[in-house]
Every structure is written in C-alpha cells, then in structure tokens.
C-alpha cells in the first residue's frame, strides 16, 4: 500500500491536496464497498469452518465412529450423572454389561471384516431396542455398557434378554449364530463410586459367561 500510494503520487508530482474532492470520494467508495464485503465474506468463511471443525472434534469425543455408540468417556460421564442423581433424588437405574461370546475366535476365524460386521449388527441391535432415555456405549473391544435410567432390576432383566434373544436370532457367522452375555445392576445403597456400579455390573457378567454364555445374570 505504501508503495502504490508513492508510485501515485509521484506520478502526480507529489501534490498536496488536504481536501478530498467529491468526484474522488464517489470512485472510492465502491472499492470500500467490495473490501469491507470481502473482508466479512471471508471472516465469514473462517468462522463456519472453525464451527464445523468444533462440531466435528465434539462428536469425535462423544460417539464412537465404528459403532454409532457413545464413546467410553462419553457413557462413563452419563453413568456419573446418573449415580450423583441416585444419591440426590434417590432415582431407581440399571446398567447392563453386554459382551459378545467368543468374539475373538470369530475374528480368529472368519477374519477381522466378519468381526467388524458382527459388531456393526449387534449396535444396530441395541440403538434400536433402547429407549430415547436410554444410552449404549462402547465399553471395550466387544463389551459394550447400557444404562438404563428409570428401570429397575426386573424390567431391565427384561430388557437384556430382549436384547440376547435378538441378536442370538438375527446376527450369524456363516450358521453359527452370534450371542451375548448380559450382566444387569440396578443402582443400590453403598454404591459410591461409579466403579461399585459398573464392577456389579461386571460381576453379572462374569457369572454370565460362567454359567455357559448366551445369559444374562444379575
């Protein structure tokens, strides 16, 4: 800018002209108009894709991209939540605990692909025999966590056999079909800390694959 103003006015012999001229203010100002429209279009620009590129890291933490589930920390913070309003209001929650039987041995077998389909069908599953209230999250490899808010021990037991029988007749690896074991805990006095809950949970589903898999357990 310096250098154009010089080159301006040497070509104008360096004159002096303290007072703008009305015909140069009119030439000026559509060269102001399309700045300052530049200017906010591409400030514009910037701030969407800093937004999208906000949004996008949010969901990456929240949902988990194989899955469609929420992401462990993302289910551990609403499993949190959900105990910190136990201990307030004294509301009634159950967690399932749900793995997979013998994942490992469908992976060793039929290959990482059919491992990933089977998991991709087992979450199809659970998103659609879950409430709205309801969130699944991926808990581990093959293990995935269920909190059920509003729902005792009964009512979420029938949940979890709702969930096996489902998968146990929908998802196969060639004729073989696919089943789950299912631990259920229903929030109780003296659970403090979220590992209380979630170790009941794992407890049920210990005792599950225990007894011989394709259960569930409380």
């Known amino acids: 800018?310096?250098?154009?103003?010089?080159?301006?006015?040497?070509?104008?012999?360096?004159?002096?002209?303290?007072?703008?001229q009305f015909p140069t203010m009119l030439w000026c100002m559509p060269f102001l108009l399309?700045?300052?429209?530049?200017?906010?279009a591409s400030t514009r620009m910037f701030a969407d894709k800093v937004r999208a590129q906000k949004r996008a890291l949010e969901h990456g933490s929240r949902i988990d991209a194989q899955t469609g589930l929420a992401t462990r920390p993302q289910w551990l913070a609403l499993v949190m939540a959900e105990l910190r309003r136990f201990h307030r209001y004294g509301a009634v929650s159950s967690l399932l605990m749900v793995d997979i039987d013998r994942f490992k041995r469908i992976n060793d077998g039929a290959g990482h692909l059919a491992?990933?389909?089977?998991?991709?069908?087992?979450?199809?599953?659970l998103r659609e025999n879950l409430r709205s209230a309801d969130t699944a999250g991926r808990y581990g490899g093959?293990?995935?966590?269920?909190?059920l808010p509003g729902t005792g021990r009964e009512a979420a037991l029938e949940v979890a056999e709702r969930l096996r029988r489902a998968v146990s007749s929908r998802v196969a690896v060639g004729s073989v079909p696919v089943t789950l074991s299912i631990g259920v805990a229903e929030l109780a006095p003296g659970m403090e800390?979220?590992?209380d809950w979630t170790g009941a949970a794992d407890e049920a589903l210990y005792r599950a694959k225990g007894d011989g898999r394709d259960c569930v357990r409380a």
């Open 142 to 147: 093959d293990e995935f966590g269920v909190l």
């Open 1 to 20: 800018m310096a250098l154009v103003a010089l080159a301006t006015a040497a070509l104008n012999g360096f004159g002096f002209q303290p007072r703008t």
């Open 193 to 195: 800390a979220i590992e």
């Open 115 to 125: 491992g990933d389909q089977v998991i991709h069908q087992v979450c199809a599953i």
């Open 34 to 40: 399309c700045y300052l429209l530049a200017v906010g």
